[in-house]
């Protein structure tokens, strides 16, 4: 059956899955983040660890209980995500980044907590790295690396210019927009691309199930190119 086939696919594979938002501190009370619950990537890391994967989960800050048996690596901002993912990366198979990463961050982050004033307070921001992309170029030939793209219109186009410009090998596409659909909620409406061009559209599946269908898609991917 189903659970019989599914229970050695990532058998000896080691896995680096990123999840949940990243914090960017502005003084010590108070930081920038996003909605992401962590809930996809986590439901990915455990699926992984079922299917035989020895699992790192690099998490930003989530209420979610850390999954059992998998290696978890605890990070706050972009940047530390970034160092924690170049790391673990040089010994992957496979990087799933499903993290919703801030793309900005505040220029100057202050010692003590800044006091109220009279007038506005407008904070400078400064790009993040861009982690997928940074790490895609020092990707050797059998490794494989699968991006998200969280969008709230035109998903599929958007999508496909990610995978090319992070040179992806895969994309899961998340229609954020659609009732069920993204950061916060327990399913997820994906659409999987492939480098080729080769589109996989799901329905509205609970994160445990996308999650499986991902690993799936990405064996596949893995059986066909290498
Ligand atoms: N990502 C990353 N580093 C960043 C920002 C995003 O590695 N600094 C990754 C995310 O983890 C995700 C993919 O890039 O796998 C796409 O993230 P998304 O926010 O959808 O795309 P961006 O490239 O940031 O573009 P935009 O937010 O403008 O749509
Ligand atoms: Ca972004």
């Not at 927009?177 to 559209?201: A, L, W, Y």
């Amino acid at each position: 059956d189903k659970h019989f086939n599914r229970s050695q696919l990532l058998q000896g594979k080691k896995v680096v899955i990123t999840a949940g938002p990243t914090q960017e501190k502005i003084d010590p009370v108070r930081y920038f983040t996003n909605q992401s619950s962590g809930k996809m990537g986590y439901a990915i890391a455990e699926a992984a660890k079922q299917l035989g994967a020895e699992v790192t989960l690099i998490s930003g800050p989530t209420s979610l209980q850390y999954p059992s048996g998998v290696k978890v690596v605890a990070i706050t901002s972009a940047e530390e995500m970034y160092h924690a993912v170049d790391e673990a990366f040089t010994h992957s198979d496979i990087l799933i980044k499903a993290a919703a990463v801030a793309d900005y961050t505040p220029k100057v982050v202050y010692d003590q907590k800044r006091k109220k004033q009279q007038d506005e307070w407008s904070i400078e921001m400064e790009r993040t790295v861009d982690i997928l992309q940074t790490i895609s170029t020092k990707k050797s030939p059998s490794q494989v690396i699968v991006g998200f793209a969280a969008e709230s219109e035109k998903v599929v186009e958007y999508a496909k210019k990610k995978l090319e410009k992070k040179n992806l090998d895969l994309i899961v596409a998340n229609n954020i927009s659609e009732v069920g659909s993204g950061f916060k909620g327990d399913t997820n409406q994906i659409t999987i691309i492939h480098r080729n061009g080769e589109m996989k559209p799901f329905p509205l599946l609970s994160k445990q199930e996308a999650a499986f269908r991902i690993l799936e898609e990405t064996m596949l991917y893995m059986k066909k190119v290498h």
